[in-house]
């Protein structure tokens, strides 16, 4: 069957089919509302009604708070997105293309930095809002500029600096000493920078660039808080506003040194220096110092980031998951007795298990659900294959324990940022709901009762925080069994069931202790300087994970009770500000006009002897980001004609639909006499329509693309008629399927693992004035693979074509020179079309007709050797080296161009490369590449080349 009829019918299909959306920002079946307040206009569904009333009463009062602190007034509303989109805790901001923030309601569970908290809501806007009014201030030349060409990136001075002065600042300006709150006065934010000093206090010129080693993405946040309290307590409060007064007019990108230098009398790195000295004896307390850095045997060694601990009460065999930064997150097993864990499976990253001795392995892990939201599913995993079994689809299930009888599962599920506690069967259907929590009641960790039908659970509640409770599934009622101003997680109850197991920072360290609830007897376990979590008992053996400062490994050491301890039972309440609702505009239907608009412009201009070209380009989307588009148009006010190119994205049906149509024109001069003479003008034009439908998982992206598009050559304008040259026609229709499971771990030279597919079909068949005729297929495919040690990559290529007689040519040639491996990606945001892929890279071989044929066979072997991690960079300019590695290729391709037979020759190419990951203007990821290119074959040219692109 012709591939243009299977068009036919799959673009049919497609537009008539049921439950079968994009869904890329957001679900397609929520409706959207929105609402104003003075400062913020809030969009939303109508299950948040009550909670977008409560974020807009809070953000009023961080902006009566924050705005006169920053001396900044945003000139228009700021836009909220409130979601429900995600089980993980997180939101962002941006300047661009207007003031916005996006909100997610899941409160954070677990102790990770983010749970010192009055309010999840509260500490939230709180530093995203920080962000807008940051990153929105400016004043002078900066600010004269917007008036002219809008909000142009390259015209906000304080976007222009290293992440950790923006996130140091919001984090320094969400924490209130007085109320105890935030990350910048947490034990957790204490321990990381206490154990930083111990193993080695970052450089500036380290922690200016975005690092993999650790403690990774906590940096910018953790030296920055810190920064800014060191400011506060030696320079004063007036100076750090003076700090951002006199950077908000800057013009001139990345001088925070001598911004420094200009308010504080010191560079940057005199301050730094300061700044490390000043910590010292603030966090290494002669006390502190005193005490061991671990406590009892070390089980692993290799730091970076352990967590989701579970025991097998049978047979003593302990679970947890490891993320070592060069292999994906691992289901790890220690028997009872062992000193060392061998790898049961793979997990995906923030995965929390639960084990019962009959029931088995219970894995909650993210998932994609309707390719736009992020939910915790429930799987049981299987210990002899390792082979994971999926029991909820959206389930959103981020807690879940067997009961004691290993006959039900009880789970935490939150929605719309409220807990509430289930029982399910075994096969994860809900039974009933046992409890639901109101105002922001947050669940964490939980445990079952080994013999009686009860739990305990960390739990936080607004005004008193997080205290240990005991749930009785019977009675189906909590009792409060800690009351105190303590951070209480990951509670177990002891192997016969009369005492309780957790992680507390009750003396401002984070250790281990064991409590009687029947006596309320406390012992403490541990007494170290980093920090004890996530405890398990073995027998006698006490197993938990121990923070120093390369991260968490695995200790044991025995259960050993001294004299109990008594701690104060009472709460030091948080300081509270009365809040008044603001006035707020009546709800209307969401209408994306007010943010799709145009807010800045670029200048497009190029002068030349033949060329005097004027033109502008501009983008935008509005907050939900169903309309997505870029456009430009220019002039050649010489020569009278002009250029333009159109882009569009819509993601809200069934497919994505994506248009484009672009037409420009190019110049071919002859120098005479030191003059350019223009001979030929020639004008191209490409237009195509694109269908995308998505299937989005955390482990990989698919995407079906069924498309056509045109690209028109012709001569626009002819010095001489004997110039001319033949107009260029070609017309397609296509379909293509990609797949990308691929993935780069933070400590790896290039990408670690995974597959790439690209598998297309096209024909000009039905398009009359095509210069191309028939069909054309092509198969491109990669592996990668670890297979020699943890830290180097193997990559395969294969990529095969067929083209009929009169369809479009394959080429080979060196023209493509960069990395070694090409991306075929399944991003269906991508601008790359998967369509009319006719260029291959073939290193050493420039393009030629005895390259060019309708048959396609090249293969690529390619092996990359990590050799340095940098992570060093200047100020001045502002260019890091991040890491250096080596990579040797092998090319063995051919084309030709009768179908029924072999190629009668293959050109052969091999690559040496030095490569150097580098960090340009602090956070553009950028690879110099020094390769020697060994060409064998006819028409090869050995060569050496340095070049700079994209990792």
Same mark, same amino acid.
């Given at each position: ?19 079968? #959306? ?70 962002? $901001? ?47 030349? %900066? ?79 953790? #030296? ?33 040194? $001598? ?157 719309? +940022? ?21 105002? =922001? ?43 105190? /101003? ?43 300087? +980093? +920090? ?5 008992? /073995? ?48 709800? &209307?239907?969401?209408? %994306? ?23 502008? $380009? ?204 090409? &991306? ?48 060093? =960079? ?25 179908? &029924? ?51």
């Amino acid at each position: 069957m012709k591939i243009w009829r299977v068009l036919i019918a799959l673009t049919l299909s497609l537009l008539q089919a049921e439950n079968l #959306y994009a869904d890329l920002a957001h679900s397609h079946d929520l409706e959207w509302l929105s609402r104003d307040s003075p400062h913020f206009r809030i969009h939303y569904n109508p299950a948040q009604h009550a909670t977008a009333i409560k974020v807009l009463t809070i953000a009023e009062t961080v902006h009566q708070r924050l705005s006169p602190w920053l001396d900044w007034q945003p000139q228009e509303p700021t836009e909220i997105l409130l979601s429900d989109g995600s089980d993980l805790s997180n939101g962002w $901001s941006s300047p661009l293309p207007y003031n916005q923030m996006t909100l997610y309601l899941a409160a954070p569970d677990e102790v990770n930095a983010l749970e010192d908290h009055h309010g999840w809501l509260e500490m939230l806007i709180t530093h995203e809002y920080l962000h807008v009014l940051h990153l929105d201030m400016r004043h002078g030349s %900066p600010a004269t500029l917007q008036r002219l060409f809008g909000r142009l990136a390259l015209l906000f001075p304080q976007a222009w600096q290293p992440a950790w002065l923006h996130e140091g600042l919001a984090t320094y300006l969400e924490t209130d000493n007085g109320a105890a709150i935030g990350r910048g006065q947490s034990s957790y934010y204490r321990m990381l920078m206490r154990m930083e000093l111990l193993a080695g206090f970052k450089p500036l010129r380290q922690v200016n660039q975005p690092l993999a080693s650790w403690p990774l993405g906590s940096v910018p946040y953790l #030296y920055g808080v810190w920064f800014f309290q060191f400011l506060h307590a030696n320079y004063g409060e007036a100076a750090i506003q003076q700090l951002l007064q006199s950077y908000s007019d800057n013009l001139i990108p990345f001088r925070i040194n $001598s911004n420094a230098e200009t308010v504080l009398g010191k560079d940057l790195s005199q301050l730094w220096d300061e700044f490390h000295h000043w910590l010292k004896p603030l966090l290494l307390t002669p006390e502190l110092r005193q005490l061991p850095v671990a406590a009892g045997e070390a089980i692993s060694d290799d730091g970076y980031l352990k967590s989701a601990m579970t025991l097998d009460r049978a047979n003593g065999d302990l679970y947890f998951s490891r993320d070592d930064g060069v292999n994906a997150t691992q289901l790890m097993r220690l028997r009872a007795g062992a000193n060392h864990a061998d790898v049961v499976t793979s997990l995906i990253y923030g995965s929390r298990l639960n084990l019962h001795a009959t029931a088995g392995i219970l894995l909650m892990q993210p998932q994609r659900c309707d390719n736009a939201n992020l939910y915790y599913d429930l799987y049981r995993i299987d210990l002899t294959s390792g082979d994971k079994t999926r029991l909820t689809e959206c389930g959103r299930y981020r807690r879940a324990i067997w009961s004691s009888d290993g006959k039900s599962i009880i789970a935490v599920q939150q929605q719309g +940022g409220e807990s509430r506690l289930l029982q399910l069967d075994a096969a994860a259907n809900p039974i009933k709901t046992l409890w639901q929590g109101t105002n =922001g009641d947050t669940l964490g960790e939980i445990n079952s009762h080994p013999q009686q039908n009860r739990l305990i659970a960390s739990r936080w509640q607004r005004d008193t925080g997080w205290d240990l409770y005991e749930f009785d599934l019977t009675s189906e009622r909590w009792q409060q069994l800690t009351f105190n /101003q303590a951070i209480e997680s990951a509670p177990i109850y002891s192997p016969d069931g009369n005492s309780t197991l957790f992680s507390a920072d009750y003396n401002g360290v984070y250790n281990l202790y064991q409590r009687a609830p029947a006596s309320g007897e406390l012992w403490q376990l541990t007494d170290r300087q +980093g +920090g004890a979590f996530m405890p398990q008992q /073995q027998g006698e053996s006490l197993l938990y994970l121990a923070y120093s400062g390369r991260g968490f490994d695995l200790y044991r050491t025995p259960v050993q009770r001294n004299n109990p301890i008594s701690l104060p039972e009472n709460k030091t309440q948080p300081i509270t500000t009365a809040v008044t609702q603001p006035p707020l505009s009546a709800v &209307q239907r969401y209408q %994306p006009y007010s943010t799709l608009r145009p807010r800045a412009w670029f200048p497009l201009i190029y002068l030349g002897d033949n060329r005097s070209e004027w033109g502008f $380009s501009t983008s935008g989307h509005d907050i939900l980001q169903r309309h997505n588009y870029s456009l430009s148009f220019s002039y050649d006010s010489k020569n009278q004609w002009h250029s333009e190119a159109v882009n569009y994205l819509y993601d809200r049906w069934k497919p994505l639909f994506k248009l484009a149509a672009n037409r420009w024109i190019s110049h071919d001069n002859l120098e005479v006499a030191g003059e350019s003479l223009l001979l030929r003008a020639r004008r191209r034009e490409e237009s195509g329509a694109t269908m995308v439908l998505p299937w989005l998982s955390v482990e990989s992206t698919t995407a079906l693309h069924v498309g056509i598009g045109a690209t028109e050559e012709r001569d626009h304008w002819l010095l001489l008629p004997e110039l001319a040259s033949p107009d260029f026609s070609d017309r397609y229709a296509g379909v293509a399927l990609t797949y990308n499971s691929s993935r780069r771990h933070p400590l790896n030279s290039s990408i670690s693992e995974g597959q790439q597919l690209l598998l297309s079909g096209q024909s000009s068949d039905p398009f009359a004035h095509s210069h191309f005729k028939g069909e054309r297929y092509l198969f491109d495919y990669q592996l990668f693979s670890q297979p020699f040690n943890n830290n180097q990559q193997l990559a395969v290529n294969l990529s095969l074509g067929h083209a009929a007689a009169g369809a479009r040519p394959f080429q080979l040639g060196d023209d493509l020179l960069g990395h070694p491996i090409p &991306q075929l990606g399944s991003d269906p945001l991508a601008a790359t079309s998967p369509f009319n892929r006719s260029e291959f890279l073939l290193p050493g071989y420039p393009a030629s007709a005895a390259l060019r044929g309708t048959q396609l066979l090249r293969g690529l072997l390619s092996y990359t050797l990590p050799l340095a991690r940098i992570e060093r =960079g200047w100020m001045s300019p502002p260019v890091a080296a991040d890491s250096i590695s080596a990579s040797l290729s092998a090319y063995r391709a051919a084309v030709w161009s009768q179908p &029924q037979s072999l190629p009668e020759s293959y050109r052969h190419a091999w690559v040496a490369a030095l490569h150097v990951d580098l960090w340009l203007f602090y956070s553009m990821p950028v690879t110099l590449t020094l390769a020697a290119v060994k060409a064998p074959d006819a028409g090869g040219n050995d060569s050496i080349y340095l070049q700079l692109g994209s990792p």
